[in-house]
């Protein structure tokens, strides 16, 4: 059963792929859509209004970083994370099980949950699943997600079977923990590495739990594109087609219109924010490098297709010389553009499952991206 005043509505199909509209308690979310990364309470060189003006409905915090710093109590004493970070829309927090294998110090996993050291400072903590939903109910999460265990790439199938095992008996102590609200949503998370049987296993033990949506995880971990599509296809049908999918921390262009034609609703991923830091933009022709020299007396703007003031607003000439010269407000040009890159490929996918055109739309983004960014013909 979905939580009260949070709902899907699928508007329109073309094979697969779905467009519709995620109603929940603090706004509505045109599906499939892309959630800007903001980790640690802000999306990284952004201000929360640059960030709706690209588009974006719905964006993203983390569990580990902000229990870490600046603690879940003190985000929720000045009124959750949403009014702490002054961003209007919807919210999801991702548990942290991620963070914990990737960035903590000896980490030990065990029935009750997960002992690791912050990178930070190397304090010692313990999450457990239902400290996990408690800092993301303090948060004020819009969609709270469930803690795993991420499975690492490679894993043998015993292996991840194990790990897919586990995360289900944290996923029923999770559902336990929440605290329903109305248009709050709580996640489960699909595990099982890259094998089928086991992913089929894992969606019927959290189908059987009961949640508002249902996520792809351990996937995006070094398996490649391929593996990534293979798994996500053969998945995707046996979640319920009244609810949303996501598929965590994916990624690149190609690997979100993939995704959509097999199915997903809901992505992430830090790739724009952090590319735009290091000097690179996406463009409908590929990513630039905007310390190459070759753009040091180019006029033309980043990408005109794109409606974003630092997208067309800004000649070429001039991001080279600010991100050659470390200039801060170089990183935020081309952040702003990157996530209204994102946000326009976004709108282009929902327009073409509209048309029944998506195939189309894959194709000839394909053909575009493909020919690289070169002198216009």
């Known amino acids: 059963m979905t ?7 699928v508007e329109a199909v073309d094979g697969q792929a779905r467009v519709g509209q995620l109603t929940t308690a603090h706004g509505v979310v045109d599906t499939p859509a892309f959630m800007p990364v903001g980790t640690a309470a802000t999306v990284k060189a952004m201000t929360v209004d640059s960030v709706a003006s690209t588009g974006a409905q719905m964006i993203l915090g983390n569990t580990y970083h902000l229990m870490l710093r600046p603690g879940a109590q003190r985000i929720e004493s000045l009124g959750g994370l949403r009014n702490f970070m002054r961003w209007d829309g919807p919210i999801l927090t991702d548990s942290g099980g991620y ?39 303090k948060l004020g999460s819009t969609v709270t997600m469930i803690l795993d265990e991420c499975t690492p790439f490679p894993a043998t199938e015993k292996e991840a079977a194990d790990s897919m095992h586990l995360s289900m008996r944290w996923a029923e102590r999770c559902k336990g923990a929440f605290k329903e609200r109305t248009g709050h949503a709580l996640f489960g998370i699909v595990q099982g590495g890259i094998y089928a049987d086991l992913r089929a296993e894992s969606a019927r033990s959290l189908i059987d739990i009961g949640f508002d949506g249902y996520a792809l995880g351990g996937l995006a971990v070094g398996e490649g594109q391929g593996l990534m599509f293979e798994i996500a296809g053969v998945t995707t049908p046996h979640l319920p087609a009244d609810k949303p999918r996501y598929l965590m921390g994916v990624g690149k262009p190609l690997d979100i219109i993939g995704a959509v034609q097999r199915g997903i609703d809901m992505f992430d991923c830090v790739l724009p924010t952090r590319s735009g830091r290091t000097g690179q933009a996406f463009t409908r022709y590929g990513t630039v490098n905007l310390r190459n020299a070759r753009h040091a007396d180019d006029h033309r703007p980043l990408d005109e297709s794109v409606p974003c003031g630092a997208s067309r607003a800004y000649s070429r000439a001039y991001l080279n010389h600010l991100i050659k010269s470390n200039e801060i407000l170089g990183m935020m040009l081309l952040t702003w553009h990157n996530v209204a890159f994102y946000q326009q490929l976004m709108v282009g996918l929902r327009d073409a499952i509209r048309a029944g055109s998506l195939d189309n739309f894959a194709a000839a983004f394909q053909a575009d991206w493909s020919r690289g960014d070169i002198e216009p013909l």
């Open 3 to 9: 939580a009260p005043g949070f709902s899907l509505k």
């Open 99 to 137: 963070q914990v294998m990737s960035l903590s110090k000896l980490r030990k996993i065990t029935e009750e949950g997960v002992t690791f050291q912050s990178h930070l400072d190397g304090s010692k903590h313990m999450l457990t699943p239902e400290r996990a939903i408690d800092i993301q109910n």
